[in-house]
Each structure stands twice: as structure tokens, then as C-alpha cells.
């Protein structure tokens, strides 16, 4: 048995008992921290554990791969499920409490509940995926109020989501840090997703390349390029490396806004959706602003 195997799994919990558990650490005193995944669980997620026991007295863990944030066609049933494996890293990641609830438990019968989002859910992802952010902010407000955290973390690598869920928060008054966490990467550059275990050996290889444009772009804003020159590039290249691009852009780094037309003067974020055979991978790099001047592109 592997060491891994040989840990004491976390506690799981049903609904009753997630929430008497919080309430018990709560009349402690104690801090909890939540990190909301669909399981599936890589280093990314470790990572986002880690940061959490950083900054909190508790961690709780959900799995759930949520049908709401899929539409009709996509890969809800291909999602990979690996829930005793996850459970198994958890252990070994001394996280508190795993929360697995069915879909059953989070959309009974006559659920009805919608939330409309605008601000940083409008385009970029919701031009592709209308249904997408909805379906996220509707279980994760959920997760919210039988939680209760003091603290949920999410990673960068879904920006536009970290921003959706900052905004959620704020908008509905809820009393949670949004705490955000760095993409961790291969060696080659692909970021770290569950939706990797799709791609095949060589597809990895392309995969890794929309890394490399995005920073190529990134670094061509930062040399004071204007956007649309230095986005007509970085959408020629992923036009060449990859089966169909759904977006590649530079946006407000706080608001997902569109910039205005010119070299970038404000916090920007580059974002890209792509599409390798039927994996559709996103990613995003920050673009430093050091204001110098530059007059080359980048290659
Ligand atoms: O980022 C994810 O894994 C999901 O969108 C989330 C936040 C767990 C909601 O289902």
C-alpha cells in the first residue's frame, strides 16, 4: 500500500454535519477557509489547500461537478470523477473536511433559483458559454450558505471567474475574503487543469504553446506596443497552433473591460479560449506595465 493509500481519509461530511462542524469550529473561534473544486484534484488545487491553511484555522474542500455550469453537448459526463483518489490526496493534504454533496442535494426537485450577472461575467467566456457563469455563481453561493466561510479561494487560471465571484460577493453583501491563487504550470508552460487529462501526448506539446503566445503578447503590451497590433499577433499565432479560438484578448485587469484603443496604460490581463480537437483550454497571463519604452515586438 502506498503511503498515500495508507492515510486516514478526511472526514466527510452530509449537509447536517458540514454545518454542525462549522458551527462547532466557529464557537471556537477558529478561522475556516473554503476551496469549491469539481474534484479531479492536481497540484493547482494542493496549491490553493496550502494557501488556505496559511490563512485559516480550518479548511473545508467541496467536490462536485456541477451540471449547472455545463450546457447540453458539453463535457459534463466526461468530466473526470476521481473522488477516492481526491479524497486520498485531501487526506495526504491534511485538509478538515471534504464536502461531496449530490446533485440531488444541491438541485432537489423544483429548484428554480437563477442569478443574472453582468460586469465582469459579460463576454469572454459568456460570449461562448452563456450558460457558464450563472451555473458557477448559483452553486457557489450555495456553497456559501452552508459553508459559511471566512475565507474561499480560487485559482487564476479562471480569472474572469475569480472576478465574477469578487463581484458576487460584494454585490450580496456576503461577509467572505476572496483569496486568489497563482496558476501553477508544467514545466512546459501548460497550466495545471483537471480538463488536461483529455489531451493526448502530442496535443500536450500544442496545448503548451498557448502559454507561450499569451506571454508573447503579454510582454509585447508591457514593451508599449498598442493592442490591437500586438492581439492581431499573439490571434495569428493560436490561429496556427490551434483547431478553432474562441477569444485571445487584453482586458482591465479589475474589471475584464475593454481597453481603450493604444498601447496599455492601465492593469491588464491577457486572456485566451482555445480549442484543441474537442478540449477547449483557457488561460491568462498579468502584462507589467513598467511604462519604458520599447520599440520591438516580441518574437
Ligand atoms: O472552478 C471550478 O472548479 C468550478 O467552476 C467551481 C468554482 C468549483 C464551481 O463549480
Redesign the pocket.
Known amino acids: 500500500m502506498s503511503e498515500l493509500l495508507s492515510l486516514p481519509l478526511p472526514a466527510t461530511a452530509d449537509t447536517l454535519r458540514l454545518r454542525e462542524t462549522v458551527a462547532d469550529w466557529r464557537s471556537q473561534g477558529l478561522k475556516i477557509a473554503f476551496v ?4 479531479a484534484l492536481h497540484q493547482g ?1 494542493l496549491s490553493l489547500i496550502s494557501k488556505a491553511q496559511k490563512v485559516a484555522d480550518r479548511v473545508v474542500v ?1 467536490i ?3 451540471p ?2 455545463f450546457a447540453p453537448g458539453e463535457d459534463f459526463d466526461a468530466y473526470p470523477r476521481t473522488l477516492s483518489t481526491d479524497a486520498q490526496y485531501l487526506a495526504e493534504a491534511n485538509c478538515d473536511l471534504l464536502y461531496a454533496p449530490r446533485a440531488s442535494d444541491m438541485y432537489p426537485q423544483g429548484f428554480s433559483a437563477r442569478l443574472i450577472l453582468e460586469g465582469p461575467a459579460s463576454g469572454l467566456e459568456s460570449d461562448f458559454r452563456p450558460h ?1 457563469f450563472g ?2 455563481a448559483i ?2 453561493a450555495k ?1 456559501f450558505n452552508r459553508v459559511q466561510p471566512d475565507i474561499a479561494l ?2 487564476e ?2 480569472y474572469q ?1 475569480l472576478l465574477v ?1 469578487r463581484q458576487m460577493v460584494t454585490d450580496l453583501d456576503l461577509p467572505i475574503q476572496i483569496v486568489a491563487g497563482e496558476t501553477l504550470r508544467g514545466a512546459d508552460g501548460l497550466a495545471l487543469s ?1 480538463r488536461n487529462a483529455y489531451l493526448s501526448e502530442s496535443d500536450r506539446g500544442i496545448a503548451a504553446s498557448l502559454n507561450h503566445i499569451l506571454t508573447g503578447f503579454a510582454t509585447d503590451l508591457s514593451r508599449g506596443f498598442d493592442w490591437e497590433t500586438a492581439q492581431g499577433k499573439a490571434l495569428a499565432k493560436a490561429a496556427n497552433a490551434f483547431d478553432r479560438v474562441d477569444y485571445i484578448e487584453a482586458r482591465c485587469a479589475n474589471t475584464l473591460a475593454h481597453l481603450p484603443g493604444g498601447p496599455a496604460r492601465q492593469p491588464t490581463r491577457v486572456l485566451a479560449a482555445v480549442w484543441l480537437g474537442d478540449t477547449r483550454l483557457i488561460d491568462n497571463v498579468a502584462v507589467s506595465l513598467p511604462g519604458a519604452d520599447f520599440d520591438q515586438l516580441a518574437p
Open positions: 469549491p473544486t469539481m474534484g488545487h467541496s462536485f461537478v456541477n449547472a455550469q457558464f451555473g458557477v452553486v457557489v456553497f480560487f485559482g487560471k479562471d471567474q465571484i483537471s
